[in-house]
C-alpha cells in the first residue's frame, strides 16, 4: 500500500498532492510579490530630488502647454503637453543652466542621465527659428515642426516621429517624468498650504505688516537656516497699486514661503524687495495652492512660483522658477540667473517624488540584493513545508 506523509487511500493521496501543489504555487505568488515590494521600497527615485523635485534644475515646468510669443528662458523648459514657441523666443540663454534628469530607463534596463537639457517635451512642438543655446539639446515625444538653431556646442533634436533617440535609450522623452513631478508637486503645495504661518504679528495679514500707501513690510526675525511661512489672499495681491512689500531679515540660508489663497490671482502691479540683498529671490517662494489662474501683469515677478494646478498668464517678466499647469507668454523673460532667481530654498523634507515603476525593478532587484536573498531563503523553508 502506497503511503504518503500518512495517507494511504490513492483517491486521496491524489487530492493531497493537488492540493500540495497548489499550495506551492500560491506560496510561490507571495514570496515573488515580497520580493517585488522589497526591491521597489528600497529602490533609489526615479528622478532625482531637490526642493522643488527635478523642476527645481528647470526655469519652466508645466504639466500641460506652454505657448510663447517672443522672449526667452534664461535656463531649460519643460512641458508636459504641447510646445508653442513664436516669434523667435529663446532657451538656455545663460550659461550653465541647462537641466539634467536622472533615474531615466535605457533600452539594458540600467538607470541613464540626461545632462545637457535645453528643452524637455511630453507631446509636440512647433518652432519657429527659435535659439537653443549653450549647447543644449532638444527631446520632444513626438513631432516637431518648424526650425530650431542650435548655438554654442552640440546640442541635437531628439524626436519620437521620425525616431531619432539618444543614445542607449528606446525613447526621446520619458512621459513619467511629468506624472511623477505633478504627483509630487500636488503634494508638496498642500503640505505647504497646511502649515500655520509663523510671523503672527502683521497688522493686516500673518506676517505682512501695512506701513504706508507704499509699503507692505515682512520682517523675519527667525535663526539662520529656518523656514517662515506668511499667509495673504489672492484678493489682497490682486488689490495693490504700485507698493512694495519689503522682505527685512532674510538670511541666505533661510527660507520665506508666501502661501497665497484664492483661485485667482492678478498681480496688478506690486514689487518684492529683499532688503538684505536687494534683488535676491533665490530663497523665496509663492505657493498657490488652489489657484487656478495667476496672471503676471503690469509688472514683474519676484521670486519662484509653485502653482500645479494654474494656467498661468504672463505680461511681465518672471524672477524664479516657475511650476504650473500650462503657461502662456507674451514676449517677456523667465529670468534664471539673473537676480539670483533660480530657487535654491530649504522646504520640508518629508515628501519625496514617487518611486520607479515596475520598469525600474531589475535595477533595484541589484540594490537590495540582501534583502531578496533573505526574502528568497525564508520563502523557500515556507514552501518546503
Request: proline fraction near 3%; aromatic fraction near 8%.
Amino acid at each position: 500500500m502506497v503511503r504518503y506523509q500518512g495517507v494511504s487511500d490513492m483517491d486521496t493521496l491524489r487530492a493531497f498532492l493537488t492540493w500540495k501543489r497548489k499550495a506551492f504555487m500560491f506560496k510561490t505568488i507571495i514570496c515573488a510579490v515580497v520580493i517585488t515590494v522589497s526591491a521597489f521600497s528600497l529602490s533609489t527615485s526615479a528622478l532625482g530630488q531637490s526642493a522643488l523635485g527635478p523642476a527645481n534644475g528647470f526655469n519652466v515646468f508645466v504639466f500641460g502647454n506652454m505657448t510663447v510669443s517672443g522672449g526667452e528662458a534664461e535656463g531649460a523648459v519643460a512641458v508636459g503637453g504641447n510646445l508653442t514657441m513664436n516669434n523667435s523666443y529663446n532657451t538656455t540663454i545663460k550659461s550653465g543652466t541647462l537641466a539634467t534628469l536622472t533615474g531615466l530607463t535605457k533600452t539594458d534596463n540600467t538607470l541613464g542621465t540626461l545632462n545637457n537639457i535645453s528643452a524637455y517635451v511630453g507631446n509636440n512642438l512647433s518652432a519657429s527659428s527659435n535659439n537653443i543655446n549653450g549647447g543644449g539639446s532638444v527631446y520632444v515625444r513626438n513631432t516637431e515642426s518648424g526650425s530650431l538653431n542650435f548655438n554654442g556646442g552640440a546640442g541635437k533634436l531628439y524626436t519620437g516621429s521620425p525616431a531619432v533617440y539618444p543614445t542607449g535609450y528606446n525613447y526621446a522623452v520619458d512621459p513619467s517624468v511629468f506624472s511623477k513631478q505633478q504627483t509630487f508637486s500636488e503634494a508638496q503645495t498642500a503640505q505647504l498650504a497646511s502649515l500655520a504661518p509663523t510671523i503672527t504679528s502683521g497688522q493686516n495679514y500673518a506676517g505682512v505688516t501695512f506701513v504706508d500707501q507704499n509699503e507692505y513690510d515682512i520682517d523675519i526675525t527667525k535663526p539662520a537656516g529656518s523656514i517662515t511661512y506668511v499667509s495673504v489672499t489672492g484678493a489682497f495681491l490682486s488689490s495693490l497699486q504700485n507698493p512694495r512689500i519689503e522682505i527685512k531679515g532674510l538670511s541666505d540660508t533661510s527660507t520665506l514661503v508666501i502661501n497665497v489663497t484664492g483661485s485667482s490671482v492678478t498681480n496688478t502691479a506690486f514689487s518684492l524687495l529683499n532688503d538684505a540683498h536687494s534683488n535676491h529671490y533665490a530663497n523665496v517662494l509663492w505657493n498657490f495652492a488652489s489657484a487656478t489662474t495667476i496672471d503676471i501683469a503690469n509688472h514683474s515677478f519676484e521670486g519662484s512660483i509653485l502653482a500645479p494646478y494654474a494656467a498661468v498668464d504672463q505680461n511681465q517678466l518672471l524672477e524664479g522658477n516657475l511650476v504650473a499647469n500650462s503657461l502662456t507668454g507674451h514676449g517677456y523673460e523667465e529670468h534664471f540667473v539673473t537676480d539670483d532667481a533660480q530657487f535654491t530654498g530649504t522646504l520640508p523634507n518629508s515628501l519625496s517624488v514617487p518611486e520607479p515603476t515596475v520598469s525600474y525593478l531589475a535595477v533595484s532587484m541589484v540594490a537590495s540584493g540582501l534583502t531578496l536573498v533573505l526574502r528568497r531563503s525564508r520563502c523557500a523553508d515556507m514552501a518546503s513545508k
